[in-house]
């Protein structure tokens, strides 16, 4: 996603920071909600994404998810697929590409996915 006028401008990687980028727009849009409906939650979310987004410190709030979730495709690619917990509803699903140290959001909402209901 190209960034155009009138956009947040998002602060460069450093050091050993991950790189987090947008897989979808319906990723932008809805970590653009949770930025409205929970800043503090979704800033602590950023920073844990970006200091280490396998961190099994809190499993509770951060953990791979499993079964057919465990694993998401973007360009052809398969990665590990995880889930951060914003709010009681409000969660972002990303893949991660160690190699390049990049985090794709695939997935952010205010609200709890229904594939995970079953």
Not at 7 to 24: C, H, K, M, N, Y
């Amino acid at each position: 996603m190209s960034p155009k006028r009138g956009d947040d401008v998002p602060p460069p990687p450093i050091g050993s920071e991950w790189r987090l980028r947008f897989a979808t727009n319906d990723a932008a849009k809805g970590w653009g909600d949770l930025c409205t409906e929970a800043a503090g939650n979704t800033r602590r979310c950023y920073e844990a994404l970006r200091n280490n987004p396998l961190s099994m410190s809190d499993p509770d709030r951060q953990h791979r998810l499993r079964g057919r979730l465990s694993t998401g495709t973007l360009g052809g690619t398969q990665y590990p697929q995880w889930e951060y917990e914003v709010t009681a509803g409000g969660r972002v699903r990303y893949l991660i590409d160690e190699p390049r140290r990049t985090v794709y959001l695939v997935h952010a909402s205010t609200r709890h996915p229904k594939d995970t209901d079953s």
